[in-house]
């Protein structure tokens, strides 16, 4: 019983992700903006991109969009990331603030 509710306490402490979702999917305030990311979009504030590729490198994601447009995402937590624009070099630390 004692082994049962171990592990019981250890999965609910784990990160929850609906099944295949990415670790980047929700609401995250990334410094300049509010930054929104669904398992097909991403939306800086002006409309939702439909993600075109998303390729895993270890913990880090990279998203292509139209026109070759890329993104980074990386040390991904269930509380933060870091974003990098590939076109402008730009990097933000996000804090997520909803799912």
Known sequence: MLRLLASILLLSALPVHAAGEPPYVG???????????????????EGPMPILKSEQDG???????????????????DSGMDWASEASG??????????
């Open 59 to 77: 913990g880090a994601y990279i998203l292509t969009f139209a026109d070759d447009y890329r993104i980074g995402l990386a040390n991904i937590t």
């Open 90 to 99: 730009d990097t933000f630390h996000c804090k997520k603030i909803g799912n």
């Open 27 to 45: 609401t995250w305030d990334c410094e300049v903006s509010t930054f929104t990311f669904t398992a097909d979009t991403y939306d800086s504030g």
